[in-house]
C-alpha cells in the first residue's frame, strides 16, 4: 500500500497511507457528550498500548480498533440530537460534498448518510496525491475537510443557523486486505437495518455502494 505515516490530530492518533483504503466516520457537532467520547478515547489507547508491549500483530490490532469503533456507532445510534441529517436537503447536501471529488482525488467505494453521523470508504490508489494546503501533507485530511466545509456551509443556511456543524474529529482507518474490505463494507451499508431504521440495506436512500468496483477489486 505504501508508506505508512502517522500523526496526532486532537485527540486521535491517525495513520495515513500515500496510496490507501480508507473507512471514515464523522459526525454532527454534540451528537455525543464530550465525557463520553473521552472515556472511550482513552479505554482504546490503554488497550492498544498494553496489546503492543505484548507484542500483538498488527491483525489483532485492527480486531481491537473494530470493537472499539462498533461501541462507538451502538451511541451514535442511540444518540437522537442533533439529527440533521435526516433532513432530506442536508442529507443531499452532504451527499453531493462527498461525491465531487469522485474519480478525482479518490474512488468512492461506499457510504451510508444517518441521521447524525456519516459512513465513508474511500480509495486513494492510483488518484493524483495532491492537497489543497502545502501545509497539509496528509491527503485524506484534505479532503475530509474540504467535504465537511463545503457541507456545513450549505446546511448552516438551510437551516438558518450558525456555529460548529461537524464535530471537528473524524475516525479513519487503514483497510489492509480483501476480506477487511468487504467486512468494512458489509458494516457500512447494513448500518441503517442494526439502528432498525429499515429492514433491508436497499431500503434507505442515502446508502452508495460502488458494485463496479467492488467486482473489480474483491
Known sequence: MGPQSIFYRR????FQLKDGIY?????LYGSLPAEIVMRLQDEFRQRIQSERRRGSLPVELSALYESHFRTFDALLHASTKPDWLS???IARITEKAIRFWD???YTLICYCIMPNHVHLILS???QEVHTQSKKNPYVLTDILHSIKRYSARK????LQRSGIFWQHESYDHIIRDSEELHRSVEYVINNPVS??????W???KWTYVNMEWLEKNL
Do not use: C, T
Open 11 to 14: 485527540n486521535l492518533p491517525h
Open 87 to 89: 433532513y432530506n436537503d
Open 202 to 204: 436497499e431500503d434507505w
Open 155 to 158: 446546511s448552516n443556511a438551510f
Open 23 to 27: 473507512s471514515v466516520v464523522f459526525r
Open 124 to 126: 486513494l490508489q492510483g
Open 103 to 105: 474519480n478525482i482525488r
Open 195 to 200: 439502528a432498525g431504521m429499515v429492514q433491508r
